[in-house]
């Protein structure tokens, strides 16, 4: 109860109630996404960490009502964005959110724009829409350029894509994703394809312009450094749930779900002194017909035989740190 | 397990199939039901399995165009059988049978059972007897600029640089060159007859091909197990032969049976207008040519070599549209 | 002798001609993929290249593999030089240097069994006959932890993480002594990464074999290195034991790569050192390639090209400012 008082008090932006998304496949049904729960407040930067397959971009990708048709479909559950249910709504209604009140960058920037427009033309095209105006608006457009950091914004907004480099065009999709000052920013892995230097200032940006605007982000990674390096809060997700939920600080310093210890604990560091890495054994589970246990539990080294039954209820170490693991 | 026990379950036509689109389900009857396979397709694999490990449940769902492999069932067995089960000799006839109608017609008999031609000769025959004429050719066709269009879109893809750039202005050339003039003049000087429309889209056809492999192979150059292939040592032939080729094999195989559906009706066409096989051969389009002065009073003179032929054009694109989606290894990834 | 080098490259160089025209074409420029680069590797040890995208790292792993041949420089192995090579001597050669790639997806031909590709380098040099070849795949297959009966599968039966064990047992069918491994667990994911790195080192030691690693990721490269080189703009600009080169960063490119590399510990929060991109290398800056976003740089930095300096044993750096 105490828990629900404080996420009130913070302001909830969007609450995911034990979402499920599945894949009618010809194999069988794959649970991509399996029971998530969490909730977003205003302001928060929160990342979504887990290995490939797991769930997240599916996880993003039912926020947005975007799951990929025929196959997909989200199953059951709510997703409460400022209290009222985008599974509800009409695809109308969806339109008119996407974009305005949701937007989302994606991984790879070169393919995520339109080679044949000018950057300055599809920099517009949420504005444009969503206000139901029509023209250039160039000055508007190189507001934005220059918000990201382009530079010479006068001359670049009259370019097409293939002129700017990878790091350059992540910013103009992150300067189309804040057109409309959305209140949830859902950014998919948007720093893996670029160069770690272009990595650093790209994670930068993210942040200023989160501090600038308020605005939530929710950031879905594989990569445990780049949470750590802008989120306040992580949720771990693995085979289809979320396994762990926890402040950035506490969980670098005491991660609670074998899993993550492992994942903390088999990355290289730099400067660390050479040895074997920690590796957990196995591979990552197959989302097709999961059992009904945990799903970590045949890989996991502590576990016993519950873990192999009963999927673990959430338990609640300390203020937001929650756990799904049978060992606590 | 014994693969004795093949699963093999039929979906039921009338329930409509969550995991296929409105389309494929209303159209079930061409796209054909789906039916569970254990251990068909990956008996090897899955012997392998059962002495080492567990025998993991390994499933294959694949569906089963019935009507394609019926209709190319049909046409197979006519052209095997042929001798067999022609009731008459398709060339010979008595002209006091002339036009006699179909059986179940007035004045029809059951010795000819879909009625006989203006010469008295019986149309099954005839009709049965043509299918052999329709896949000689169609198949001699596509084995001729099969082969030349792979060979060169291999070397062309492969070498790239100039002599790619060769082949493929080559192939532009080629296109442009208009098929049915060449047949026109071969046609002249050799006469017209099976093996001129043989020769003739066999050299005419290659570009096609030859354009597709190129492109396909390409891309598989570029790809790390050519690399890999090239670091162990391996000679140009053999990368080509042992690695690249596998990888389109498929794309030419499923090309081909499409194909082959097109240049039956292209045959039929060119019989029609009198460039292919001439009288008193029994190729389907040189029957409706015959046929067509009579058309007001015979109508069974052009109505059945005219549904053979979608008989065997669907069979053959049926059949290639579903070895497109099995033949897919992505399909198999899924 | 013991401590000589087993494989070194002397000023390497691969240039690409930029033509224009399709027939008659003619060559109006060169990409500098690859300038002059020297560097040595003994017998045991692993060279680690890092770099980023367009810094000529995978063209020098192709040079060396002699998938393609140097525009001029030396690559040698043994006291031999590689690159003057006839085609029975390359060919009888191919043995003694393999190769991982980065994408295991892309890196076995779908349509062999895993027995097959592993077989294949044993098939063309044919080193031994079909009875010692399958009892050779076991024991490749036994290395890289696999069962003997996953032989007859197919690649798309694996994960990824499978998928590049088995492409390193191909690597060691001809018992190589140099492997170079370009990105070998950039497509991997964090957990299973863990399990491949292991797995090199283990056969490393077990094998006797020498790395060349080439991987953006300098946490990666530091981890299973002995010694490092950083590359920028097809240069070499440092070259150090991997130590060093953490503990005492000389070219001022090498201390912003180790400043930007994000760090799992909120506590550390990165601060950007370095600002704007890489220039195409199509029209490089003069002198120092590093010059336009180097926060030390000099007037001369913009006119004289540096050379590489000995600042420390076995520690070099090409700048004029440090060092």
């Not at chain 2, 409105?22 to 002495?51: C, I, P, T």
């Not at chain 3, 070219?251 to 600002?275: C, G, M, N, Q, W």
């Amino acid at each position: 109860m105490k828990d629900k008082q404080l996420d009130t008090e913070n302001e909830e932006l969007l609450v995911l109630k034990d979402v499920k998304t599945s894949f009618f496949t010809k194999k069988g049904v794959v649970r991509a996404v399996d029971g998530v729960n969490f909730t977003i407040s205003k302001g928060e930067v929160v990342g979504l960490v887990g290995e490939s397959g797991c769930g997240k971009s599916i996880t993003s990708l039912s926020i947005m009502r975007l799951v990929p048709q025929p196959a997909g479909k989200i199953v059951s559950g709510e997703i409460l964005f400022k209290n009222e249910d985008l599974l509800k709504k009409s695809e109308d209604e969806m339109r008119r959110i996407r974009g305005d009140r949701i937007s989302m960058i994606l991984q790879d920037p070169m393919v995520s724009m339109n080679q044949l427009l000018k950057v300055g033309y599809q920099l517009g095209e949420p504005y444009r829409y969503h206000h139901k105006v029509s023209g250039s608006l160039r000055e508007m457009c190189i507001g934005l350029l220059k918000k990201v950091k382009v530079p010479a914004p006068e001359s670049r907004v009259n370019d097409y894509p293939f002129q700017f480099s990878g790091g350059m065009c992540q910013r103009a999709l992150i300067a189309m994703g804040i057109a409309n000052g959305p209140d949830l920013l859902i950014a998919d892995e948007p720093t893996t394809a670029l160069d770690v230097t272009i990595q650093a200032q790209i994670l930068k940006l993210m942040k200023d312009i989160q501090r600038e605007s308020r605005s939530s982000i929710i950031l879905i990674t594989h990569d445990l450094a780049t949470v750590a390096q802008i989120c306040s809060r992580l949720l771990v997700m693995y085979g289809g749930r979320i396994i762990e939920k926890a402040p950035v600080k506490t969980f670098y310093k005491k991660p609670a779900h074998p899993y993550s210890v492992g994942l903390i604990k088999s990355v290289p560091v730099l400067g660390r002194p050479s040895g074997r890495l920690y590796s957990i054994d196995g591979q990552p589970p197959s989302l097709l017909d999961p059992p009904s246990g945990c799903r970590f539990a045949p890989r996991c080294t502590q576990a016993k035989k519950p873990c192999f039954e009963i999927y673990p209820p959430e338990t609640i170490l300390e203020e937001g740190h929650k756990v799904s693991c049978w060992l606590y | 397990m014994p693969i004795s026990t093949l699963a093999f379950d039929i979906n039921k036509s009338w329930r409509l199939n969550a995991n296929y689109t409105v389309q494929e389900n209303v159209f079930g009857f061409l796209y054909g039901y789906e039916a569970d396979f254990q251990g068909l397709f990956n008996r090897k694999s899955y012997m392998f399995l059962k002495k080492g490990k567990k025998s993991s449940e390994k499933k294959l769902r694949v569906r089963i165009p019935y009507l394609g492999l019926g209709c190319l069932g049909l046409f197979f067995f006519t052209v095997i059988f042929a001798n067999v089960i022609s009731p008459h000799d398709p060339y010979e006839g008595d002209l006091a049978d002339s036009t006699l109608p179909p059986a179940w017609e007035e004045g029809g008999t059951t010795r000819f059972l879909l009625g006989t031609d203006m010469l008295g000769r019986d149309v099954l025959s005839r009709l049965i007897h043509g299918s052999r004429i329709s896949l000689l050719i169609s198949v001699g066709c596509i084995a001729f600029y099969g082969t030349l269009g792979v060979i060169l879109g291999l070397i062309s893809g492969f070498s790239g640089g100039r002599t790619d750039m060769i082949i493929m202005r080559l192939a532009d050339l080629w296109s442009s060159l208009p098929g049915i003039i060449l047949l026109f003049m071969l046609a002249a000087v050799y006469g017209p007859s099976a093996k001129t429309i043989i020769i003739t889209f066999g050299i005419m056809g290659w570009p096609y091909y030859g354009r597709i492999v190129r492109g396909e192979s390409l891309s598989l150059k570029e790809r790390d197990f050519v690399r890999l292939a090239r670091v162990a040592g391996c000679s140009n032939l053999r990368i080509m032969v042992s690695h690249v080729f596998p990888n389109i094999v498929n794309t030419v195989i499923i090309l081909a049976t499409i194909d082959i559906g097109g240049i039956i009706v292209l045959i039929a066409t060119l019989s029609f207008l009198g460039l292919g096989t001439q009288p008193p051969s029994c190729d389907w389009g040189l029957m409706l040519a015959e046929g067509r002065q009579y058309i007001t009073y015979a109508w069974w003179l052009v109505t059945f070599p005219g549904i053979a032929i979608v008989v065997a054009v669907l069979g053959f694109n049926l059949t290639g549209d579903w070895l497109r989606e099995l033949l897919d290894p992505k399909q198999k990834l899924r | 002798m013991k401590n000589d080098a087993i494989i070194s490259a002397h000023e390497l160089k691969k240039y690409y001609p930029v033509t224009k025209g399709t027939f008659f074409s003619r060559t109006v420029g060169y990409v500098k993929a690859v300038d002059s680069i020297s560097f040595k590797i003994k017998s045991g040890e692993t060279l680690g290249l890092v770099g980023e995208s367009g810094c000529g790292k995978s063209t020098t792993a192709n040079v060396m593999l002699g998938l393609e041949s140097p525009t001029s420089g030396q690559i040698m192995f043994d006291g031999r030089d590689i690159t003057r090579f006839s085609r029975q001597e390359r060919f009888d050669f191919r043995g003694n240097i393999q190769a991982v790639f980065q994408d295991p997806f892309r890196s076995l031909n779908p349509r062999k069994k895993v027995k097959q590709i592993i077989s294949e380098p044993l098939f063309i040099h044919k080193v031994s006959s079909r009875k010692e070849i399958s009892f050779r795949i076991i024991q490749l297959l036994d290395l890289v932890g696999f069962d003997p009966h996953q032989a007859g599968l197919y690649p798309h039966e694996f994960s990824g993480g499978q998928r590049q064990r088995i492409a390193i047992a191909r690597a060691l069918a001809l018992n190589p002594r140099v492997i170079i491994l370009d990105e070998p667990v950039s497509a991997l994911d964090v957990s299973i990464q863990a399990q491949i790195l292991n797995l090199l080192i283990d056969l490393q030691e077990r094998l006797h074999l020498t790395y060349l690693i080439i991987s953006h990721d300098l946490a990666v490269v530091e981890y299973v290195s002995t010694h490092i080189g950083v590359m920028y703009l097809g240069h070499l600009v440092e070259r150090a034991p991997s130590e060093a080169l953490y503990n005492n960063p000389i070219h001022p490119y090498t201390r912003a790569l180790l400043d930007s590399v994000p760090v799992a510990d909120p506590e550390d929060i990165k601060e950007i050192t370095l600002e704007g991109e890489v220039p195409s290398p199509l029209n490089p800056p003069t002198g120092c390639a590093f010059h336009p976003r180097c926060p030390l740089c000099e007037p001369r930095c913009s006119k004289e090209t540096p050379f590489m300096r000995e600042v420390a044993p076995e520690h070099a750096a090409a700048c004029h400012v440090c060092g």
